[in-house]
């Protein structure tokens, strides 16, 4: 907590001018849904909503949706139009009240190479290609982060941006579409990532926006988000898609569940325990972490939830004694970087805590701060934007923060991050 072990940990970047650009930019006021990205294509074997993520060791599962029923095939190879392997997988749908899903098809594919293109399609002979980039199998590797995205003309920005990064996985910390029981605003919002989803893995966790549950109609929650984003929980030993981890490139990346059951009896909680002690640091130096509702929070926007709070006391000690690196929240529709921290308290060996909830929803930006910044909180902004992640070796990473002015991406937060394991401080306390 003393400012000249701090000062190492964490090299603040000053940009000039940086301030008085905050200062100057007219922030948007809220959108509604994009109209355009609600209408689907008229044939109903035609593949739609494409996206993948990450599937065990060297596996990628693909995930798409047809109105009609399809084989669920995926003919994929290294040469574009040459689909030389094959694999099948699952089909399923699921029902909401009125409304039937679509065929949701979803095709684990591997072992694959890392750092490598792959062309793929759903059906041989057919013009619907599609390619993505596998993530390198050591440092450097690049993470782009933004929470809270909807499918408003600001996600369309913020989506635009993302796609300029050249990143290799992308890591959304929860309130994905905004549908909000809507379900054909589920299958919209998987048209407008498709482009970049199809291309990148995308990781992904729950928001509350997320739960769609009506007591009594349709009691059990989380049912779309389940069915349409399942993330690899089996192979890491969790029994809930609502809660996983993965390794890329040297980084332990955790997905917790604001909204199941996180106390200590929960199986959330021993999950969590059981895998934190299998972390290798000398396999992966980082360790991060991402939640929905923030821990940390200076915002008016979201105070006192029991999912910040209420998790909070439960894990923080867990993440803390594991030397977690970095927390990643969205929820509250604004950017903040926070200090090292613990308890409360500045804390060398503590995490980085950022709220990324800024991706472009259409509820707008939560802008009421409290005063005065607690010292703490380091970097605080309500506007649209994204982050970047960029881990360049087991000791540094540089995190930026890209603002939305408008169509315009401006690198506004940027900070290099210094791991926990190469601070000798920090590291002899490593479980
Ligand atoms: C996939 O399923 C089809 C149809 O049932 C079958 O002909 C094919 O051999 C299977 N491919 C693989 C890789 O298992
Ligand atoms: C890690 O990267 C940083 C920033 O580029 C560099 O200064 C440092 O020497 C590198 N460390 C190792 C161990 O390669
Ligand atoms: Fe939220």
């Known amino acids: 907590m003393s400012p000249k072990l701090w000062l190492p940990v964490i090299l603040v970047v000053v940009f000039a ?25 008229s044939d109903p ?3 739609q909503q494409v996206h993948i993520s990450l599937a065990g060791e060297n596996g990628i599962r693909i995930s798409w949706i047809t109105n009609t029923h399809t084989l669920p095939t995926v003919y994929y190879g290294i040469s574009s139009g040459k689909y030389d392997h094959s694999a099948n997988g699952t089909i399923s749908s699921y029902e909401y009240l009125t409304y039937t899903s679509g065929e949701i098809h979803d095709v684990v594919i591997g072992p ?7 062309y793929y399609c759903f ?3 057919t013009t619907h290609g599609y390619s993505f980039k596998t993530p390198p199998a050591s440092f450097p590797i690049k993470f782009v982060i933004s929470g809270d995205l909807g499918q408003t003309g600001w996600t369309k920005s913020t989506l635009e941006h993302i796609s300029q990064t050249n990143y290799d996985v992308l890591l959304l910390p929860g309130d994905l579409s905004y549908a909000d029981m809507l379900q054909p605003l589920w299958d919209s919002y998987g048209r407008l990532v498709e482009p970049l989803a199809s291309q990148r893995t995308w990781m992904v966790t729950q ?9 009594a109609i349709h009691p059990s929650p989380l049912t779309a988000y389940n069915a349409r984003w399942h993330m690899p929980f089996e192979e890491s030993g969790s029994t809930s898609n609502l809660y996983y981890s993965f390794e890329v490139s040297g980084v332990h990346v955790i997905m917790l569940g604001s909204y199941t059951d996180f106390d200590s009896a929960s199986d959330q909680y021993q999950w969590l325990e059981a895998d934190l002690q299998k972390v290798d640091r000398n396999k992966t130096p980082w360790l991060v972490v991402l939640v929905h509702a923030p821990w940390y929070n200076t915002n008016y926007a979201h105070q006192d939830e029991k999912e910040s709070v209420d998790m909070m006391e439960s894990m923080e000690g867990l993440l803390y004694k594991a030397r977690v690196d970095i927390v ?13 921290v613990y308890n409360q308290e500045s804390d060398d060996c503590g995490p980085v805590h950022i709220t990324i909830g800024d991706g472009g929803n259409r509820e707008g930006l939560a802008s009421k701060y409290k005063e005065p910044q607690p010292t703490i909180s380091a970097f605080r902004e309500a506007s649209f934007g994204h982050g970047e992640f960029e881990v360049v070796n087991g000791s540094y990473a540089l995190w930026s923060w890209h603002r939305n002015d408008d169509d315009e991406s401006v690198q506004s937060d940027l900070v290099w991050i210094k ?9 002899k306390l490593v479980i």
Do not use: K, M, W
């Not at 001018?17 to 294509?41: C, F, H, K, M, W």
């Not at 928001?207 to 007591?215: A, D, L, Q, S, Y």
């Not at 990643?328 to 090292?340: C, L, S």
């Open 123 to 125: 059906a041989l002979g």
């Open 45 to 47: 074997t035609t593949p």
């Open 112 to 118: 694959l190479d890392p750092n490598t293109i792959y």
């Open 17 to 41: 001018g940086a301030t008085d650009v905050a200062g100057a930019y007219n922030r948007p006021p809220p959108q509604d849904t994009l109209i355009e990205s609600l209408a689907g294509d």
């Open 419 to 427: 791991s926990l394991v190469s601070n000798p401080a920090c590291n």
């Open 207 to 215: 928001g509350n926006h997320e739960v769609e549950r009506i007591p």
């Open 328 to 340: 990643f929240a969205g929820h509250v529709h604004a950017y903040e970087r926070f200090n090292r």
